[in-house]
């Protein structure tokens, strides 16, 4: 099967069009994880992750960025308080959809300046 070459150059440019916007996009989400906002889903990533403590996984309650510290209401409603914590936000589907509505956001900004 012979394949005209703008038709190549065409799925090419395609291919690399969505593979830059699927790695925009997870760079997006990863920053976005990286901050946390209260009320979220978060983990515990600098102790909790290595000695599999289940206190680590919760609703993130309080944060001092200043200390890193963080309080964290687990699924048994204990508050349980971190020292030196790094805290990453669950992807949940709201997540991911408030990234992917930010950067369409910025997207068309970009292509629409005032």
């Given at each position: 099967m012979k394949v005209d070459n703008a038709l190549a150059m065409s799925?090419?440019?395609?291919?690399?069009?969505?593979?830059?916007?699927?790695?925009?996009?997870l760079n997006a989400v990863f920053q976005r994880i990286r901050?946390?906002?209260?009320?979220?889903?978060?983990?515990?990533?600098?102790?909790?992750?290595?000695?599999?403590?289940p206190d680590g996984f919760g609703t993130l309650v309080s944060f001092r960025a200043d200390d890193d510290t963080g309080t964290v209401r687990v699924s048994d409603g204990r508050r349980v308080f971190w020292e030196n914590a790094t805290?990453?936000?669950?992807?949940?589907?709201?997540?991911?959809?408030?990234v992917r509505a930010t950067m369409m956001e910025a997207r068309h900004a970009d292509n629409c300046p005032d």
């Open positions: 799925i090419a440019v395609a291919a690399c069009r969505l593979t830059l916007n699927n790695t925009q996009f901050k946390p906002r209260l009320g979220e889903l978060v983990l515990e990533t600098s102790q909790a992750v290595r000695t599999m403590d805290f990453f936000a669950v992807p949940t589907q709201e997540l991911l959809d408030e």
